[in-house]
């Protein structure tokens, strides 16, 4: 997974409060990350539909629904993909003791743990909320500094 999707989840909840669009040189700047880099990942989620952009003098980013209804799975496929982490290259089909094709009939038994890995970790985020995550934010963070990055951003 990469560092964009961190980034992306941290946007996201920063935008499920936001009433107004929060310019991306603002999230950049509040996450202490390269604006540039910041801009590719909003780019991604832009094309996912999980925000929009709004042009203009006070444009910035939005999401596109509520919060409660984008996952934690939709922000890492918007950024990293939605391919498997483990590819299988069929490693016993190779090397001196190579097994034939023909007799690999069967999913190679590692790819079969991963794969049953990787559904079970995309079902664990497929059932968490960007609002889930903003209300635990909420719960945990002091109302003050909460208010006080409310102003700032919308500053």
């Known amino acids: 997974m990469t560092g ?7 946007c996201c909840v920063v935008l ?15 996450h202490d990350v ?11 989620l832009s094309r996912a539909g999980l925000v929009r952009s709004a042009p ?8 596109t629904r509520p919060a409660t209804e984008i996952t934690v799975l939709d922000v ?3 950024i990293d993909g939605p391919q498997p982490a483990f590819r299988c290259t069929e490693v016993r089909q190779r090397g001196p ?9 069967t999913p190679c ?16 985020l497929r059932a968490v909320t960007i609002g889930a995550i903003a209300a635990t934010v909420a719960a945990t963070t002091p ?11 919308s500053a």
């Not at 203009?56 to 999401?63: C, F, M, P």
């Not at 038994?109 to 664990?124: Q, Y």
């Not at 109302?143 to 700032?152: H, I, P």
């Open 4 to 10: 964009g999707v961190e980034w992306g989840l941290h």
């Open 16 to 30: 499920s409060s936001a009433t107004e669009p929060v310019a991306a040189a603002k999230l950049a700047e509040l």
């Open 34 to 44: 390269s604006a540039t880099y910041l801009a590719k990942q909003l780019q991604l």
């Open 56 to 63: 203009g003098q006070s444009g910035g980013y939005l999401l």
């Open 76 to 78: 890492v496929e918007a």
């Open 97 to 105: 003791m190579a097994v034939p094709p023909d007799r690999c009939d």
């Open 109 to 124: 038994p590692i790819a079969a743990v991963m794969d049953t890995a990787d559904r079970a970790w995309r079902e664990s």
């Open 143 to 153: 109302g003050e500094l909460l208010d006080r990055a409310r102003v700032w951003l």
